[in-house]
């Protein structure tokens, strides 16, 4: 049986799409079968932060509509072995998306897949209210903000009454350096105030922003962001690994922040 993901926010753009991209990739190149979903439908991003969109021709919407089979929707590539996606619709018709519909899909994809990881849109709208009841597990994405926080103790909410059993907190972008001069909060005081399990903690790095652009998860990769994500897919599979304090980068003479 697959366990089923919703990658979650309250607040948009901090980073759920990322994290979908790295932590599927990095399940795949530990051998696993991933399958992941893209339900920010209308807009579609996972397939780009992945560097798979030319090889999207079908979506979830077409599956949900019965007129493309599940298998035939499936992206996959050599680039990830054992991973495969299915794109999100980029227009919806009102009503399509339903539990029933999803269920549908997320039984035939545990079929072939160990994990299934699902990109939420941002908030607690239509889309993500259809699709949290199928979940065995929520990661709540929220950056060191007070709004962030604020909005992901709503979500943390909502996952609970929809029956996911386990719900964990995901604190990006961080800047130890903020944190150490006490002007940034500390990944272990916000779950402390959203009385959640943190599943791990992702630096603020520059080098995300030009490797998602260029549809390289961030996983597997040299960089300090990349290490902290290959953790936290150690971590889902399985491994009791402590959660160790960012180390601060040493400021360069031109670097600005
Ligand atoms: N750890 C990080 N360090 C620096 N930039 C990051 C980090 N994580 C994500 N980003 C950048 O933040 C932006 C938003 O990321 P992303 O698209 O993953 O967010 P999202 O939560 O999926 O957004 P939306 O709510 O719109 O779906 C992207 O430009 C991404 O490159
Ligand atoms: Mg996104």
């Given amino acids: 049986m697959a366990n089923i993901y919703v990658i979650t926010s309250g607040k948009g753009g901090v980073g759920k799409t990322t994290a979908a991209a790295a932590i599927g990739a990095g399940l795949a190149a530990a051998g696993k079968r991933v399958a992941l979903i893209d339900m920010d439908l209308g807009l579609r991003n996972l397939d780009v932060a992945l560097g798979l969109e030319t090889l999207v021709f079908y979506h979830i919407g077409d599956v949900l ?32 998306i339903t539990t029933d519909g999803l269920k549908n899909i997320t039984e035939a994809l545990t079929a072939i897949s160990e994990y299934i990881l699902i990109d939420c849109p941002a908030g607690i709208g239509e889309y993500f209210r259809a699709v949290i009841p199928l979940a065995d597990e929520g990661i709540v994405i929220t950056t060191p ?41 500390e990944a272990r005081d916000i779950t402390d105030v959203l009385g959640a399990e943190l599943l791990g903690v992702i630096p603020d790095d520059d080098e995300v922003i030009g490797m998602v652009n260029e549809g390289k ?9 990349g290490a902290a994500y290959d953790r936290i897919v150690r971590r889902l599979l399985g ?13 360069g003479w031109f670097r600005r922040r």
């Fill in 145 to 185: 903000v007070v709004s962030a926080v604020r909005d992901a103790d709503k979500v943390l909410h909502l996952l609970e009454e929809a029956g996911v059993r386990r719900r964990r907190v995901l604190v990006n972008a961080v800047r130890p350096e903020l944190v150490k001069k006490g002007s940034m909060m």
């Fill in 239 to 251: 491994e009791e690994l402590p959660i160790p304090p960012l180390k601060i980068k040493k400021k």
């Fill in 217 to 225: 998860p961030v996983s597997g990769t040299r960089s300090a962001a």
């Fill in 65 to 96: 509509k019965g007129s493309i089979k599940l298998e035939d929707a499936l992206v996959s590539s050599d680039r990830y072995p054992g991973l495969s996606l299915l794109a999100a619709a980029q227009s919806v018709q009102p009503g399509s």
